[in-house]
Structure formats: structure tokens, C-alpha cells
């Protein structure tokens, strides 16, 4: 990641319409955007390198967002993670392993509230980077 400028941003999300609507608003905003269409694929496409931040759905099938996210994390401990979800309660995510800070969105997406997670996320990353290590 360079500077201050546009992200690349990996969305997965088994939702067709969803992924593109993301997809389209975060490309609006500048940045590469990456996408795949469960968990399983989204590995594969981290597994390339080069990702900012993971936007992750928390329910898809083979492989949910919570996994996916930790699978991430171990790859690189430096990205930044989002999660999306249409189910109404963070309860029903403590089983999944998320860490206490995530940062859930709820659908239906608010669009505005989606760039603002995702520039507070990428705040946050870029500040970890530029600390003396």
C-alpha cells in the first residue's frame, strides 16, 4: 500500500447483486478492487498478495467470513478486515471467533456508512504501518 491514496480492497461476497453494488462503490471511490464469490475463492485471490483490506460477508458457504478472516490474518497480520452480514445480531457471532473490535456491517447495505468503515479501516491500517516497529 502506497501513500494515502486509493486501496486494493478483496470483497467476498456470495451474493451476486450485493458484490457488484460493493464492488461498483468502492471502484467509485478510487480503489482496485478485487472480488470473489465465496470464501474459498477469496483465499485463493489473497493468496496472490498485494491486498489492503478484506471486506468479507460472514455467512457463505464452504468457507464463512469469520475463517476466512483468520486465514487472512495469519497470511498477513497487517490487513485490514470488514465484515458484512444480513443477520440483525452480533451474538451470534461470538461462536465464530471474532475479535472484539470487528467491525460489523449490516445489511442492507448504507453505502455511505460502507466508505466510511472502509476509510476508517484503512486509517487504522495505515497507522500501524507507519509505527516504528
Known amino acids: 500500500m502506497q501513500g494515502r491514496g486509493p486501496a486494493t480492497i478483496l470483497v467476498a461476497e456470495d451474493e451476486p447483486d450485493l458484490l457488484a453494488l460493493v464492488r461498483d462503490t468502492l471502484l467509485a471511490d478510487g480503489h482496485d478492487v478485487m472480488t470473489a464469490a465465496d470464501g474459498v475463492e477469496a483465499l485463493e485471490v489473497f493468496e496472490q498478495g498485494g491486498i489492503d483490506l ?13 475463517r476466512l478472516a483468520q486465514l487472512v490474518k495469519e497470511l498477513d497480520p497487517g490487513v485490514a478486515v470488514l465484515f458484512m452480514t444480513g443477520y440483525p445480531s452480533r451474538g451470534q457471532y461470538a ?7 470487528a467491525t460489523i456491517l449490516y445489511k442492507p447495505l448504507d453505502l455511505p456508512a460502507l466508505k466510511a468503515a472502509v476509510a476508517g479501516a484503512l486509517a487504522r491500517r495505515r497507522e500501524r504501518v507507519a509505527e516504528p516497529g
Request: aromatic share 0%.
Open 54 to 66: 478484506l471486506l468479507t460477508d460472514l455467512v457463505m458457504p464452504e468457507l464463512g467470513g469469520a
Open 95 to 101: 461462536a465464530a471467533d471474532l475479535p472484539s473490535d
